[in-house]
């Protein structure tokens, strides 16, 4: 089966997400932009919609995912929550292996009050980047402190894990990327093998 490519969106408040003005979590910021750009490279992309991404609950988000194919050479980006949501799901299923993960700007649901969300209620694997084609994360210096917090577990905890830090882009969002490409990210997944660790 030819290479596919799964891109969870992350967790938008209630607000945001109700307000007609604003396109659907799966259809925002980079996300449009980057499955057309993998599209046209034939590998079919999904920007699922996970249900009720302001208040998400994993085993709806994990019945979601699951409706898509996951071999070896699928491609998994994850933005914030989706981040987080990603290295979860693979930390809980050690048996199955995928192809390169991306994860930008990843949030574990790290609180600067010290709680977290049950979403995160999880041991994050050591040993995911061994199933994979290539475990990345992409983070921000100027992001909020629960993203900063969230990547540093993961720098801590993840072995060979390859971190690449972009000055000045904040959450990745829209506000940060205006004109909605990211073609760092689309060069991380398309490159022949994943930069220094």
Same mark, same amino acid.
């Given at each position: 089966?030819?290479?596919? =490519?799964?891109?969870? *969106?992350?967790?938008?408040?209630?607000?945001?997400?109700?307000?007609?003005?604003?396109?659907?979590?799966?259809? &925002?910021?980079? &996300?449009?932009?980057?499955?057309?750009?993998?599209?046209?490279?034939d590998?079919? =992309? *999904?920007?699922?919609?996970?249900?009720?991404?302001?208040?998400?609950?994993?085993?709806?988000?994990?019945?979601?995912?699951?409706?898509?194919?996951?071999?070896?050479?699928?491609?998994?980006?994850? *933005?914030?929550?989706?981040g987080?949501?990603?290295?979860?799901?693979?930390?809980?299923?050690p048996?199955?292996?995928?192809?390169?993960?991306?994860?930008?700007?990843?949030?574990?649901?790290?609180?600067?009050?010290?709680?977290?969300?049950?979403?995160?209620? !999880?041991?994050? /694997?050591?040993?995911?980047?061994?199933?994979?084609?290539?475990?990345?994360? &992409?983070?921000?210096?100027?992001?909020?402190?629960?993203?900063? =917090?969230?990547?540093?577990?993961?720098?801590d905890?993840?072995?060979?894990?390859?971190?690449?830090?972009?000055?000045?882009?904040?959450?990745?969002?829209?506000? /940060?990327?205006?004109?909605?490409? !990211?073609?760092?990210?689309?060069?991380?997944?398309? =490159?022949?093998?994943?930069?220094?660790?």
């Amino acid at each position: 089966m030819p290479a596919n =490519a799964i891109i969870i *969106h992350g967790s938008p408040d209630r607000e945001e997400y109700y307000d007609p003005n604003v396109p659907s979590p799966s259809n &925002f910021h980079w &996300f449009p932009w980057l499955a057309k750009q993998l599209i046209v490279r034939d590998i079919p =992309a *999904h920007t699922p919609e996970m249900p009720r991404p302001y208040d998400p609950d994993y085993a709806d988000w994990c019945r979601e995912f699951e409706r898509y194919d996951l071999t070896d050479e699928t491609i998994l980006v994850g *933005h914030s929550c989706g981040g987080g949501f990603l290295a979860r799901y693979l930390s809980d299923h050690p048996d199955l292996r995928v192809g390169r993960v991306v994860l930008v700007a990843p949030w574990l649901g790290i609180r600067l009050s010290g709680e977290t969300l049950d979403f995160f209620d !999880f041991v994050l /694997d050591p040993d995911l980047p061994k199933r994979t084609d290539g475990f990345i994360v &992409f983070g921000s210096d100027n992001d909020d402190g629960g993203v900063l =917090a969230s990547i540093r577990l993961l720098r801590d905890t993840v072995k060979e894990l390859d971190y690449r830090e972009f000055p000045g882009k904040g959450h990745f969002v829209l506000s /940060d990327l205006p004109d909605g490409t !990211f073609p760092e990210l689309l060069d991380a997944l398309t =490159a022949d093998g994943s930069q220094g660790r």
